[in-house]
């Protein structure tokens, strides 16, 4: 199985900058990619952005294209999101999966972690 485990949510202010973690254990070879998605109250959960892992093919929504970057660290196995211009909308839950390059139905999920963009 695969296990996949959120950190580095929080508090921010708007234009401000966090840095999401999301590490994998169990049995990575079933999933090419690591996807990130969020879900605001009330709203369906998105995609946001994707990363293989060789790192060579990543994939942004447009709403954060410019101001998330993924980079992807092999011998941790954990990926990373780093998140800066933040904005009041950018405020959700945020899910790491573990999927196809294209990110349809990905099988595996993490817990999520909250991220709050607030003065």
């Known amino acids: 199985q695969v296990q996949l485990v959120e950190a580095g949510g929080g508090l921010v202010q708007p234009g401000g900058s966090l840095t999401l973690s999301c590490a994998a254990s169990?049995?990575?070879?079933?999933?090419?990619?690591f996807g990130w998605f969020r879900q605001a109250p009330g709203k369906e959960r998105e995609f946001i952005a994707s990363i293989n892992w060789s790192g060579s093919e990543t994939s942004y929504a447009d709403s954060v294209k410019g101001r998330f970057t993924l980079s992807i660290d092999n011998a941790k196995n954990t990926v990373y999101l780093q998140m800066s211009s933040l904005k009041p909308e950018d405020t959700a839950v945020y899910y790491c999966a573990g999927g196809s390059a294209t990110m349809t139905k990905p099988p595996y999920w993490g817990q999520g972690t909250q991220v709050t963009v607030s003065s």
């Open positions: 169990g049995s990575t070879f079933l999933f090419y990619a």
